[in-house]
């Protein structure tokens, strides 16, 4: 991509500027949030002195520490799986027509579509029956499953929205080359398709990973014993009152996001591929 | 798709509140945990063994300090001591499994949905509601000899007059946090400074109200003069009228930040819990410039309760829990951790002065009321707020 | 003749087994949802004409068609037209922000593209709650933007509870879903017809318009999707900013689940947005040219 593809050199500048201040609007909460962490006062907003309190605080905390735990589980387990269905779903849709199509395309939208807390009661009511069903045979439970099968529901439609985004820009003129060659349908897929669409995939993956940190309603629903997951707790404290122990926490998320982020962006430099989210 | 209708409509119909029963597990923990107190006798251990397998349990049969297994305890978050937990667990060689909820109405949703637990922590509205829809075991009262440490004003409380389903866990009001550099220190504890035209003119883009609809409906019911449950739809026709004019006044409706923004000068009028409003005046760089005042005109005492839902499958240890911590020791520690009101008369002596001097009087205060659910009524509270706002 | 026969047959065939395929392949995704969606929602649709008790339990007899009534109300009207407005404003506003900034993350070296895409997810991987509390923060009279600008000789600034800080609030929160499916298209753009276009002397101007934004299509619909459906229903960033002064969708809903304690009503009113909003977006997609 040469220079003169691009707009001018004024707006290169002008998109530099629109880029960094977007940035900066980014930023600045996170910034102030990272700084009222060091708070000594028990209220986050008032400034009493610097101090490491609430970090060791958190360290001490046993209900945080779990609730961390487990919504890493469940943010990890629901990426995964979303990731993947979510692909095949677009991949199935974009590539393919079949009798039905119509009525898979709304399947896929209404998880956007439904408010949360409407998704959160019918998924309780949901698990209830199953769990009652299912009682005769196996003892079931709400906990980290019911909970991590609720955000693959949603998270499906979220990575399906940003693939085939992706995939309707494709031409499949470069699958068809790839059968014209004697590659089976697999080996079409594994080596032309898929790194194609790979910046689609990894930019769902991010947008499920995303929600299912953040994910309140619907989890503080279908939830069980001792499965409550870190939003959850947080929107609890709510009512006595957040203490920085919460930004510390996020502080902690935000560096340990950051350092798997880097390393696994250097082991692929090292390998000699390129991130995922480019071709 | 005609099928899964189908289908779904006898998964729906399928009442959960019946299949309770029906999920009860065959046989309980198996184990019961040896105690080191010498009151158990190994014949009401037994009985307390088998009770799980009997159907539909809604009274336990325990004796005092039994256990029955882990306990599955459902709380607010940063709600208890974590130390108390531990020294329970040793004391009573039991594992205390925590989960946190974040609204009363999600933990009934749960409940009613048939979820497992062993204790939990409603408001007093809810405890109502939650006997009435009968997802609450009776407590037995021989196994919670604590109770009577109770004070006077929590042994009937109007929720659960005969004290059978629920023991006063914490307790706080709801009043106005005041700056008094701007309200003044003379400023009288009164619904006026919010409802009254001209003198909430002068604070005005300065006054947060809670955006409950029973508290802030409620505050001006109890100006009018009407009580805080009052069923009478004119009444509230008055109070919706009246919080729309004060609106012009009213900077934000907000049941978070309330004590944060009157610290940090923000708002010079929040309306808010105790619980809150003590610990951000307390972390204030100048404590003395605000005060808690509580309404002469009528305000809300609220309590949260332990409860043992009917769902529970180690009661035993549930009431043996509630037993603990209504020690007067235990009590004293639960108190000085979170800050809130204790409604247990024997643990004064052991709680930090700070805590006992913000409620002093509280209790023996004429003017509180608590919340009540109102049955059909009560849905009228939501809509007429949000039309106050709208 | 007979072969013309056969060869169509015979592409008959490839074609139902291409279709069939086709199904197979999404198979698991659809079968989860239908599975663990689908169902549920047939049974908030159940609820719908289902009546309440008067401690708020639903009671699954005495079918009525009262909630579905009341969706029609006009205090239902007014609060979803607020809504309505704010989420089109929000993603107006993220579009025309966020797109510039995806392209000019496409536009960049390829080891820079990955970093700079992370850096923006970043923020969202802290807490919710404490985000929008530190927002809110800055927004206030006595937060450090007013303290600057009056050092600066200016104003305090009043942006909290009005409706330009729940703005500035939804597009911090939505962006993101706006710029990924942005990225994810402009990424794969082939810059060669762009290129193409400059050596017809298209200026530059004329050139995005004509061909690169056209093309960026399908990221445009996706993105602003991903960002009007969920504004839509929002309401936690608009209480703790806005102050609650207004009742929107999202907030009612919720209150009818949980303060009201009136599923009945809570579920006809869900099903009712659902159905408007698929209704939309089909319409909005077959204006834009795709399948739906």
């Given at each position: ?22 940035y ?42 779990r ?11 629901a ?81 399906a929205?940003?693939?085939?985004a ?14 014209d060659l004697?590659a ?25 990973l995303?929600?299912s ?14 499965s ?6 947080v ?8 203490t920085p ?5 996020s502080?902690v998320m935000l ?25 | ?67 029955d ?17 531990t ?17 009363n ?12 637990y ?18 609450l ?12 440490n ?20 914490q ?7 005041v ?22 003119s ?47 006044n ?77 020690d ?7 108190t ?30 004429d003017e ?8 059909d ?14 | 003749?007979?072969?013309e026969?056969a ?11 291409e ?10 995704a ?24 008067s ?14 009534i ?26 025309v ?13 390829d ?24 927002i ?86 996706a ?64 204006r ?5």
């Amino acid at each position: 991509m040469t220079e003169s593809t691009t707009a001018g050199r004024w707006s290169e500048r002008l998109l530099g500027a629109n880029g960094w201040l977007l940035y900066l609007f980014l930023y600045v909460p996170i910034f102030v949030l990272i700084v009222f962490s060091f708070n000594d006062n028990q209220r986050v907003a008032v400034w009493t002195e610097f101090s490491f309190r609430w970090y060791g605080e958190m360290l001490d905390n046993d209900a945080v520490l779990r609730a961390l735990r487990n919504t890493l589980i469940v943010a990890a387990v629901a990426t995964t799986i979303s990731t993947i269905l979510g692909t095949v779903a677009a991949l199935s849709m974009e590539r393919y027509r079949f009798r039905g199509q119509r009525s898979a395309d709304g399947l896929l939208y209404l998880p956007i579509i439904i408010p949360d807390v409407t998704m959160a009661v019918m998924m309780l009511l949901f698990f209830a029956q199953a769990i009652n069903i299912a009682s005769h045979v196996v003892r079931l439970n709400f906990g980290l499953g019911t909970i991590s099968l609720a955000h693959i529901a949603f998270n499906i439609a979220y990575v399906a929205v940003v693939v085939r985004a992706r995939l309707a820009l494709m031409e499949p003129q470069l699958e068809e080359a790839a059968a014209d060659l004697y590659a089976s349908k697999w080996q079409a897929f594994r080596r032309v398709t898929l790194p194609l669409i790979m910046p689609g995939v990894a930019g769902g993956a991010l947008l499920a990973l995303t929600l299912s940190l953040d994910d309140v309603v619907v989890t503080s629903f279908v939830s069980g014993p001792g499965s409550t997951t870190l939003p959850v707790y947080v929107f609890g404290l709510v009512r006595r009152g957040v203490t920085p122990l919460i930004n510390a926490v996020s502080v902690v998320m935000l560096v340990a996001s950051i350092v798997l982020v880097g390393i696994s962006l250097g082991l692929q430099r090292r390998s000699g591929k390129t991130s995922p989210l480019i071709e | 798709m005609a099928v899964l209708a189908v289908l779904a409509m006898a998964v729906a119909a399928c009442n959960p509140a019946d299949t309770v029963d029906e999920t009860q597990p065959p046989t309980g923990d198996g184990t019961t945990a040896e105690t080191t107190s010498a009151e158990t006798t190994s014949a009401e251990t037994t009985s307390a063994e088998t009770t799980p397998a009997e159907t539909t349990p809604t009274e336990a049969s325990c004796a005092v300090d039994a256990v029955d297994g882990d306990l599955n305890f459902a709380n607010w978050s940063e709600y208890i001591d974590p130390e108390l937990i531990t020294a329970f667990e040793e004391e009573y060689g039991v594992d205390v499994v925590e989960s946190f909820y974040e609204s009363n109405e999600a933990m009934l949703a749960q409940l009613q949905a048939g979820v497992v637990y062993d204790m939990i922590v409603p408001s007093d509205y809810m405890v109502g509601i939650m006997i009435e829809e009968g997802l609450l075991m009776e407590l037995q009262k021989e196994a919670i000899p604590n109770l009577v440490n109770l004070a006077d004003r929590f042994q009937a409380p109007p929720y659960d007059p005969t004290l059978g389903y629920s023991a006063a866990y914490q307790y706080g009001t709801t009043g106005l946090g005041v700056n008094l550099d701007v309200v003044g220190a003379d400023a009288e504890a009164s619904w006026a400074l919010v409802f009254d035209p001209e003198l909430a003119s002068r604070y005005s883009g300065q006054i947060s109200m809670l955006a409950d609809p029973r508290e802030t409906m409620g505050a001006a019911l109890m100006y009018l003069g009407y009580s805080i449950n009052d069923t009478d739809l004119a009444h509230l026709e008055e109070a919706t009228a009246l919080l729309q004019e004060a609106r012009v006044n009213i900077a934000t409706f907000d049941s978070d930040q309330y004590d944060e923004a009157l610290v940090s000068g923000e708002m010079a009028i929040s309306h808010g819990y105790s619980g809150n409003m003590i610990v951000g005046i307390d972390g204030a760089d100048n404590p003395d410039q605000f005060a808690y005042l509580v309404p002469q005109e009528g305000a809300t005492l609220w309590t949260d309760n332990m409860v043992v839902p009917t769902v529970s499958e180690h009661p035993c240890t549930a009431h043996t829990f509630i037993n603990y911590l209504l020690d007067a020791e235990n009590g004293g520690t639960l108190t000085n951790w979170n800050w809130y009101g204790s409604p247990n008369a024997a643990s004064e002596e052991f709680i930090d002065p700070a805590v006992t001097d913000f409620y002093a009087g509280t209790l023996d205060s004429d003017e509180l009321e608590v919340i009540e659910d109102t049955g059909d009524y009560e849905i009228n509270f939501t809509d007429y707020f949000a039309q106050a706002r709208s | 003749m007979a072969t013309e026969v056969a060869t169509v047959e015979l592409e008959e065939r490839a074609k139902r087994a291409e279709s069939r395929r086709g199904v197979l392949i999404g198979a698991p995704a659809f079968l989860y949802l239908i599975l663990f969606f689908a169902l549920p929602l047939l049974i908030v649709l159940v609820y719908s004409f289902a009546s309440r008790s008067s401690t708020g339990a639903t009671i699954l007899g005495n079918w009525n068609l009262n909630s579905w009534i009341r969706v029609f109300d006009s205090q239902v009207a007014q609060i979803a037209w607020r809504s309505l407005w704010l989420a089109s404003l929000t993603t107006v506003f993220c579009l025309v922000f966020g797109y510039p900034f995806a392209y000019w993350i496409a536009t960049r070296s390829d080891r820079a593209r990955g970093v700079l895409l992370i850096l923006v997810m970043i923020p969202f991987w802290s807490n919710f709650l404490v985000r929008t509390y530190a927002i809110r923060f800055l927004m206030g009279v006595e937060g450090p933007v007013s303290i600057v600008s009056q050092a600066l000789g200016g104003e305090p600034i009043r942006i909290l509870f009005t409706n330009t800080a729940i703005l500035i609030g939804m597009v911090y929160g939505y962006i993101p879903f706006m710029i990924l499916p942005l990225y994810a298209a402009l990424e794969r753009m082939d810059w060669r017809l762009v290129e193409a276009a400059r050596d017809l002397y298209a200026p530059g101007w004329t050139a995005f318009k004509k061909v690169t934004f056209p093309l960026s299509m399908p990221g445009v619909v996706a993105g602003s999707v991903l960002v009007f459906i969920p504004s839509l229903g929002a309401y936690v960033i608009p209480a703790i900013l806005g102050g609650s002064n207004t009742v929107l969708l999202g907030d009612y809903i919720v209150s009818q689940f949980l303060s009201a304690r009136n599923w009945p009503f809570g579920s006809a009113l869900s099903t009712a947005v659902m159905i408007v909003m698929l209704a939309a977006t089909i319409f909005y997609f077959r204006r834009g040219g795709r399948t739906l």
